[in-house]
């Protein structure tokens, strides 16, 4: 919707996007967590395989689209024990929220950076 299409507010007031950042969380069991809004947003399905790589330097996160490594279960987890020991994150590094950024991302590929 533009801001032609919304109607005339009082003086002071504007409205409230609804646009947001999807997230993943890393819980402490080693599962990546994906929201049904974020789910959405991103265009990922419970069922639907995917690739998971890291980059080293950063400790950002990169779901391949294409992947079939990893499955996106029903309740919107990932399984990622791998994840954790190439990061080489320990119990207490966890649980951690990766935000996602959509400049780096393309369409074969999000990317999600550590979000503070």
């Known amino acids: ?3 032609k299409e919304f109607r005339k507010l009082p003086k002071g ?5 609804k646009y947001f950042t999807p997230k993943i969380r890393l ?3 080693s599962r990546f967590y994906i929201n049904k809004s974020s789910q959405e947003r991103l265009g990922l399905s ?3 395989n995917v690739g998971i ?5 950063n400790l950002s996160l990169l779901i391949d689209l294409r992947g079939t490594k ?3 279960g029903s309740r919107g987890y990932i399984t990622s024990k791998e994840f ?3 990061a080489k994150l320990s119990e207490e590094d966890l649980p951690r929220t990766y935000a996602f950024n959509e400049e780096l991302s393309h369409d074969d590929f999000l990317i999600f950076e550590l979000d503070d």
Do not use: C, H, L, S
């Open 1 to 3: 919707m533009t801001n």
């Open 13 to 17: 007031f504007d409205y409230v996007d």
């Open 27 to 29: 819980d402490k069991q």
């Open 46 to 48: 419970p069922g639907q």
């Open 53 to 57: 790589a890291i980059n080293f330097e």
């Open 70 to 72: 990893f499955r996106v």
């Open 84 to 86: 954790v020991r190439a």
